[in-house]
């Protein structure tokens, strides 16, 4: 057993690195900071014991101390342990010193390096940190020094005398310092500069001036950490090179209340799209104890959810045990989790809503059917079935719970340009959670159902999607943003 000191990367999921998803997926202990991309730790184990480290109760840094105690602790525990840092851990991330007190202690580690803020965030911005007849050297420089220190670090002379690129981490409030001690020990006030703030994250932005005037440009923007500012000749090519944040849903940012195990798939496709995803999982599914019943004299199974499938499939353990009954399934995402099971539904409706697979059932012939799905749902499949003479029995397969949201996941969701809600308890949990989403937020409702538990509550959805799916939601929110356009 031993403690890996990973870097996630500086903030793109898709800069993760695949030995840091593979020791997420295996640890029992994960110690991660505040600076991780969103959904990094989707992969965890459900029973990992997830710490965060970067700050207490929305407030300060936890100290390093307590960190420390908790590495010592969980490490001679013999667990596998995941220290997660923004970035690479050995670059500012004080890895280093994390790795000095392992090999003290006798425990062993490991470190995975990451993907780097200082070359991240440029590349992201159309910076090469590097250039021929442009930049033959790259320095990696604190902006902020310690401040139990009196003494300044960085030997500021021959910082300006480098001959390359200065890329600084840190300390974008004391740009006013760092561009006259440079301009002191003799760099033009002329030269580009660049700051770039959250790098690779969706809602990246860059600004560009020069050292004579990079300080009050990046106070007029309104800079603020974590900001990675670029000082050389290459910082001016991100005019000519910027690629990032061009998506059709750049600058939009988009609530997404499912749960969180589910909501990742949807927060991928809004983020391939160039938008912010601001995750507020207002509901958590609990699975149910359940048995499954006798099938042979069921001719019918109908699976509801996604949800419904993935628990059927864990409770039968063995596809075979389900054969017998034809199987409807409501929704290609039903179809499609029942599949990864090896189980290829004989109908799915044309529309993802109950409604229609009792429409499609319409001429087929049925003694007794069997219903898998969540605890609480609508009667319309049950009752259509039983007006018919067919005899129903219910299979609670799971229940939706609220889940509370903390202070930050609610007020980034109030400031967002679009609500989704992708089902009707999400929209009970999430207006209980966040309160009522403001006039000027738009509201995306995956389907009817969805858009009268709206209603029910005094809100009426600005979009509603063809298809009922998340894929159909995705495609009605991009048709609100740029009417008329085909992606
Ligand atoms: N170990 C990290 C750096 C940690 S120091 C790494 O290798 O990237 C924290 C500083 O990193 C921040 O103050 C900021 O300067 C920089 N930083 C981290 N993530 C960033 C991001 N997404 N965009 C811009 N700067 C970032």
Redesign the pocket.
């Known amino acids: 057993m031993t403690v890996h000191l990973v ?1 996630a990367g ?2 793109d999921a898709g800069l993760m690195t695949a030995r840091a998803l593979e020791l997420i997926a295996r640890a029992d202990v994960i110690l991660f900071d505040r ?1 991780i991309p969103d959904g990094a730790l989707d992969g965890a184990r459900d029973d990992a014991l997830l710490i965060d480290v970067g700050k207490v109760g929305g407030g300060a840094q936890v100290p390093q101390e307590a960190t420390n105690t908790l590495l010592l602790e969980h490490g001679r525990a013999g667990r596998e342990v995941v220290r997660l ?5 050995f ?3 004080r ?1 280093g010193e994390e790795a000095q007190l392992l090999r003290g202690a006798g425990i062993d580690f490991s470190v995975v390096p ?1 993907v ?3 070359v ?2 440029p590349a992201y911005a159309g910076i090469p940190v590097t250039q021929r007849a442009m930049a033959a050297a790259v320095a990696f420089v604190t ?2 020094e310690d401040p139990g220190k009196d003494e300044t670090q960085v030997d500021w002379p021959a910082l300006a005398a480098f001959p390359g690129t200065l890329v ?5 409030r004391k740009l006013d310092r760092i561009a006259s001690l440079l301009v002191a020990g003799g760099r033009r006030s002329t030269e580009p500069v660049a700051i ?6 969706a809602d ?1 932005r860059t600004v560009s001036a020069t050292l004579g005037d990079i300080a009050q440009r990046a106070a007029e923007a309104g800079v603020r ?4 500012t670029v000082v050389g000749p290459v910082a001016g090519l991100h005019e000519e090179l910027a690629w990032f944040g061009s998506g059709p849903l750049a600058g939009r940012s988009v609530v997404v209340t499912r749960a969180r195990a589910q909501a990742s798939a949807l927060a991928q496709r809004l983020r391939a799209l160039g938008g912010r995803v601001v995750e507020a999982p207002a509901i958590r599914i609990e699975a149910l104890d359940a048995q499954l019943p006798d099938l042979h004299d069921i001719d019918l199974l109908c699976v509801t959810s996604p949800n419904g499938a993935h628990r059927l499939l864990e409770i039968a353990r063995d596809a075979r045990a389900l054969a017998g009954p034809a199987i409807a399934a409501i929704g290609p995402g039903t179809a499609d989790a029942l599949r990864a099971g090896g189980i290829e539904a004989d109908i799915v409706p044309p529309r993802a809503v109950a409604e229609s697979l009792v429409e499609a059932l319409a001429g087929i012939e049925l003694r007794r059917a069997l219903i898998a799905r969540a605890e609480v749902a609508r009667d319309v499949l049950p009752g259509a079935l039983r007006a018919r003479g067919v005899a129903v029995e219910i299979l609670a397969l799971y229940r939706t719970v609220a889940e509370r949201l903390d202070d930050e996941a609610r007020d980034a969701a109030r400031d967002a340009d679009y609500v989704t809600f992708t089902s009707a308890s999400a929209v009970r949990f999430y207006l209980e959670a966040a309160g009522t989403p403001a006039d000027a937020q738009r509201i995306v409702s995956i389907g009817p159902v969805t858009s009268d538990a709206l209603r029910e509550h005094g809100l009426e959805p600005q979009i509603e999607a063809q298809q009922h799916t998340p894929e159909g939601l995705v495609a009605a929110l991009l048709a609100d943003v740029a009417p008329g356009q085909l992606f």
């Open positions: 870097g500086p903030g600076l840092k923004g970035g690479d851990p670059v500012f991330g890895g990451g780097t803020a200082g991240a965030a902006g902020h600084f981490y840190m300390g974008v770039i703030q959250r790098g690779t994250f990246q950490a974590p900001a990675i």
